[in-house]
């Protein structure tokens, strides 16, 4: 009975781990800019058998998880064990529930170039503003006389 449960675990573990694996290797594919085309030209594979492993359907074996950890730079124990993806929501401030990290970036990728500068300008319009909030003097004066003791609006 024991060992049923232990296999169970490990089962669990594993599948939790190709999760990882496989949102991991899409989203630094995303992330670089590649295609799946030629991620599966790296790794000497067809793209639809590069597909079913960025899915989740098929496992991705040692080498490719090697060769893709240096393709990206990135360790090997943390492609394989860190979500990337939940971090980088994290980083954003967005709850998972309103956007997905992967779905963010396909987005903004998709975009043409004029777009992603108006993407910057935007930002940088929201940041001024922000900026320009904040430095307000919110210390009001005169208005005491509005309210009574009664909590109601005197008229002038």
């Known amino acids: 009975m024991t060992t049923r449960i232990y296999e169970n675990q490990l089962k669990r573990q594993l599948f939790r781990a ?3 694996v496989c949102k991991n290797i899409r989203l630094l594919r995303l992330i670089n800019g590649f295609c799946q085309q030629e991620i599966a030209d790296l790794l000497c594979m067809s ?5 079913a492993i960025e899915s989740g359907s098929r496992l991705p074996d040692m080498d490719s998880i090697i060769t893709l950890s240096e393709h990206y730079n990135i360790d090997v124990c943390y492609m ?3 979500d990337m993806a939940k971090q980088l929501m994290t980083l954003l ?3 998972r529930e309103e956007i997905s990290a992967t779905h963010f970036i396909e987005h903004y990728i998709a975009l043409s170039e004029s777009n992603k500068a108006q993407v910057a300008v935007d930002i940088k319009r929201i940041e001024a503003h922000e900026k320009n909030f904040n430095n307000l003097p919110w210390k009001y004066t005169g208005y005491e006389t509005l309210f009574t003791g009664s909590g109601i609006c005197e008229r002038r």
């Open 93 to 95: 401030h967005v709850s």
């Open 47 to 51: 793209r639809s058998t590069y597909f």
């Open 18 to 20: 190709n999760t990882t």
């Open 80 to 82: 394989i064990s860190f």
